[in-house]
C-alpha cells in the first residue's frame, strides 16, 4: 500500500511540475493522407502568415490524427482527402473534437456525403451525395469563386476570382443540377458554374468552427495544370486558406478553454499532490508506531519467557535443596 501512495505521489509530482514550468503552445495539424506533398506546403502557407503564432505539424497517418484530436494543445486540424481510405477511422473522433470546441479545415473527399459519411453533414455541412462536376481535361481546369456571405474569410480577397480545380462537390439532383441545402452555415464563396457552395464556414452550439473546400482538387503530378503545388503559389488561394485557418482556429473555444482551466487544474493536481503526501506520511508513522508495538511485544514477552525459565530450571531446584 505505502509503495502503490508512493508511486501515485511520484506521478502526480512530475506532473505538476512539467503544468507549472510549462505553458500549452497551440497546434494546427496538417494532413493529406499518404503524399505529404500538399500537406507541407499548406503548413508553410500557415508559419509564413504572421497572424498565426500556433505550432504547424504535417502528420501522415488517420490513426495520428485520431490522437491530435484528444490533445488539449490541439487548435485546428487541417485535412485534404483524395479517397476515401484515408478517411476511415475519423469520423467519431472528429465530430467529438469539433463538438467540445474545435477547429476544423476540410477539403475535397472528406467534403463528401458518400466518403464521409456524417462529418460531411455534421461538421462540414455539404451535404454532397458523391455528384462532382469535373471540367475538360483539355482546358485549363479552374473554379471561379464568386463571394456571397460577408465574413471575415472574405476579408482582402476579390468578390469574383478563379482557382485552380478538377471539380466540386455539391449536393446535387439527377440531372446534377445543385440542391440548395438549408442549414445555418455562411457561404463566403459560390461556384460561379453550378451556384453551389465552394467555401463553407460553420459554427456550432459548442464553439466549434469548421470551413470547407469541397472545390479544392488537385493532384501531386507536377505536369498538369491542377498540380497543387501552382494553388499554393496563387495569392487568393493563400489568402483564402489562411483566412480560413486563421477563423477556424483562433474563433474556436476548445484550446481556449484548456487554458482557462489549466490554472484550476494545476491547483487540482497540487492538492491530490498535497493529499497523497500527507496519507504517505500518516501510513507511514502508524507502520512506525506498529513497529514499536510489536518490539515491546516481543520485549515484553522475553521478559515473560526469562522469568519462566528462571523460575521452573533456577528457583525451582534452589527450593527443592533447601527444603
Given at each position: 500500500m505505502k509503495l502503490v501512495m508512493g508511486i501515485l505521489a511520484c506521478v502526480l509530482m512530475v506532473n505538476t511540475a512539467v503544468l507549472a514550468e510549462s505553458s500549452v503552445e497551440?497546434?494546427?495539424?496538417?494532413?493529406?493522407?499518404?503524399?505529404?506533398?500538399?500537406?507541407?506546403?499548406?503548413?508553410?502557407?500557415?508559419l509564413d502568415d504572421p497572424r498565426i503564432d500556433s505550432q504547424v505539424r504535417v502528420v501522415t497517418s488517420p490513426d495520428i490524427i485520431a490522437l491530435a484530436s484528444s490533445l488539449p494543445q490541439t487548435e485546428c486540424i487541417i485535412i485534404y482527402t483524395a479517397n476515401k481510405?484515408?478517411?476511415?477511422?475519423?469520423?467519431?473522433?472528429?465530430i467529438s473534437y469539433f463538438e467540445q470546441g474545435g477547429g476544423l479545415v476540410g477539403m475535397r473527399e472528406i467534403c463528401s456525403t458518400e466518403a464521409a459519411g456524417r462529418l460531411a453533414m455534421d461538421v462540414f455541412p455539404t451535404y454532397a451525395n458523391g455528384s462532382a462536376t469535373q471540367l475538360n481535361p483539355r482546358e485549363t481546369r479552374i473554379r471561379v469563386h464568386v463571394a456571397d456571405d460577408d465574413t471575415d474569410i472574405n476579408e482582402g480577397l476579390p468578390g469574383n476570382f478563379p482557382l485552380l480545380s478538377m471539380g466540386t462537390y455539391f449536393s446535387a439532383d439527377s440531372e446534377n443540377n445543385y440542391l440548395p441545402v438549408s442549414g445555418d452555415y455562411m457561404v463566403p464563396f459560390r461556384d460561379e458554374e453550378t451556384g453551389s457552395p465552394l467555401v463553407l464556414a460553420y459554427e456550432n452550439e459548442q464553439g466549434g468552427r469548421s470551413v470547407a473546400f469541397p472545390g479544392v482538387w488537385v493532384i501531386p503530378s507536377e505536369r498538369l495544370d491542377v498540380y497543387y503545388g501552382k494553388l499554393v503559389a496563387e495569392p487568393n488561394?493563400?489568402?483564402?486558406?489562411?483566412?480560413?485557418?486563421?477563423?477556424?482556429?483562433?474563433?474556436?473555444?476548445?484550446?481556449?478553454?484548456?487554458?482557462?482551466?489549466?490554472?484550476?487544474?494545476?491547483?487540482d493536481a497540487k492538492g491530490k499532490q498535497d493529499r497523497l503526501r500527507q496519507e504517505a506520511e500518516d501510513a507511514r508513522k502508524r507502520e512506525e508506531n506498529q513497529r514499536l508495538m510489536?518490539?515491546?511485544?516481543?520485549?515484553?514477552?522475553?521478559?515473560?519467557?526469562?522469568?519462566v525459565v528462571v523460575k521452573k530450571l533456577v528457583l525451582a531446584p534452589i527450593e527443592d535443596i533447601e527444603g
Amino acid at each position: 500500500m505505502k509503495l502503490v501512495m508512493g508511486i501515485l505521489a511520484c506521478v502526480l509530482m512530475v506532473n505538476t511540475a512539467v503544468l507549472a514550468e510549462s505553458s500549452v503552445e497551440p497546434s494546427i495539424i496538417v494532413y493529406s493522407g499518404t503524399d505529404s506533398g500538399f500537406a507541407e506546403m499548406l503548413a508553410q502557407l500557415i508559419l509564413d502568415d504572421p497572424r498565426i503564432d500556433s505550432q504547424v505539424r504535417v502528420v501522415t497517418s488517420p490513426d495520428i490524427i485520431a490522437l491530435a484530436s484528444s490533445l488539449p494543445q490541439t487548435e485546428c486540424i487541417i485535412i485534404y482527402t483524395a479517397n476515401k481510405v484515408e478517411i476511415e477511422g475519423l469520423e467519431s473522433n472528429l465530430i467529438s473534437y469539433f463538438e467540445q470546441g474545435g477547429g476544423l479545415v476540410g477539403m475535397r473527399e472528406i467534403c463528401s456525403t458518400e466518403a464521409a459519411g456524417r462529418l460531411a453533414m455534421d461538421v462540414f455541412p455539404t451535404y454532397a451525395n458523391g455528384s462532382a462536376t469535373q471540367l475538360n481535361p483539355r482546358e485549363t481546369r479552374i473554379r471561379v469563386h464568386v463571394a456571397d456571405d460577408d465574413t471575415d474569410i472574405n476579408e482582402g480577397l476579390p468578390g469574383n476570382f478563379p482557382l485552380l480545380s478538377m471539380g466540386t462537390y455539391f449536393s446535387a439532383d439527377s440531372e446534377n443540377n445543385y440542391l440548395p441545402v438549408s442549414g445555418d452555415y455562411m457561404v463566403p464563396f459560390r461556384d460561379e458554374e453550378t451556384g453551389s457552395p465552394l467555401v463553407l464556414a460553420y459554427e456550432n452550439e459548442q464553439g466549434g468552427r469548421s470551413v470547407a473546400f469541397p472545390g479544392v482538387w488537385v493532384i501531386p503530378s507536377e505536369r498538369l495544370d491542377v498540380y497543387y503545388g501552382k494553388l499554393v503559389a496563387e495569392p487568393n488561394f493563400v489568402k483564402l486558406f489562411t483566412n480560413s485557418v486563421l477563423w477556424a482556429a483562433k474563433g474556436s473555444t476548445r484550446f481556449n478553454e484548456v487554458q482557462k482551466d489549466l490554472d484550476v487544474k494545476i491547483e487540482d493536481a497540487k492538492g491530490k499532490q498535497d493529499r497523497l503526501r500527507q496519507e504517505a506520511e500518516d501510513a507511514r508513522k502508524r507502520e512506525e508506531n506498529q513497529r514499536l508495538m510489536m518490539l515491546i511485544g516481543i520485549w515484553v514477552a522475553g521478559i515473560l519467557v526469562c522469568a519462566v525459565v528462571v523460575k521452573k530450571l533456577v528457583l525451582a531446584p534452589i527450593e527443592d535443596i533447601e527444603g
